[in-house]
């Protein structure tokens, strides 16, 4: 089972920043947070992934909380092409595959 | 690069015939992995080779389903013989060693329809 809790969905309009939340509160301590997304009809895609420290790239910040049992993933300018279902998952180095729940399907609106 | 490479893209086929699916992995990635998506289970995970050797086979449905990965450049899926049960989109996904840090990436997959 997944051991992340998401939203099933979100609104976002086309410019304004996306703020999705998950919740991981049974995370350990050589867990990861990462953050994959789906567009329909295509294959997951990586977004970002960090273990305590807020990290940032070309897509997205993800700010960890202290305690580490939650995250936030940003979407700093939302656009059209950002409607996605994005999946927050927990990963420990020794654990080979990703374990996808049902993720919160995002809708950037005009 | 040019990223995951399934094939086909699309297949239909009848209830008891052999389906074949085919990856190729990114050049210098050896982990590579095969996921199921339906609308029921969502995305989960049928099995994972890394370095060519199969690690974890706890998710493949069943004996109709075998899998095998020849070299560092190639893996197949296959389902003998198919259900309609078997309908799905199938997913491969390529990495470097399994480690902290690793991402996969995913093909574009291949969506099954078996009659």
């Known amino acids: 089972d997944a051991k992340t809790t998401q939203p099933p969905s979100m609104d976002c309009a086309e410019g304004r920043a996306a703020n999705l939340p998950c919740n991981h509160s049974t995370i350990s301590g050589n867990e990861y947070v990462y953050w994959y997304r789906q567009i329909h009809s295509q294959g997951p895609q990586y977004i970002i992934h960090?273990?305590?420290n807020n990290e940032t790239n070309e897509m997205a910040s993800l700010i960890i909380t202290e305690d580490r049992k939650s995250s936030t993933l940003i979407l700093p300018h939302a656009t059209l092409r950002d409607t996605a279902v994005y999946y927050c998952i927990v990963r420990g180095g020794s654990q080979g595959n990703l374990i996808f729940g049902k993720g919160t399907k995002l809708s950037v609106k005009p | 690069d040019a990223g995951v490479i399934q094939s086909p893209r699309h297949e239909v086929t009848e209830m008891g015939q052999e389906v074949t699916l085919r990856c190729k992995p990114i050049?210098?990635?050896?982990?590579l992995f095969w996921y199921r998506q339906t609308m029921m289970r969502g995305l989960e995970l049928l099995i994972y080779?890394?370095?060519?050797?199969?690690?974890?086979d706890s998710g493949m449905p069943e004996d109709r389903f075998s899998a095998k990965m020849p070299n560092a450049s190639f893996s197949t899926l296959k389902i003998q013989p198919s259900e309609p049960r078997d309908s799905a989109v199938y997913f491969c996904a390529s990495s470097l060693p399994i480690g902290q840090a690793d991402t996969q990436y995913f093909g574009p997959g291949t969506r099954l329809t078996v009659l």
């Open positions: 050049s210098g990635h050896n982990s």
């Open positions: 960090g273990l305590k």
């Open positions: 080779f890394n370095n060519n050797v199969p690690i974890d």
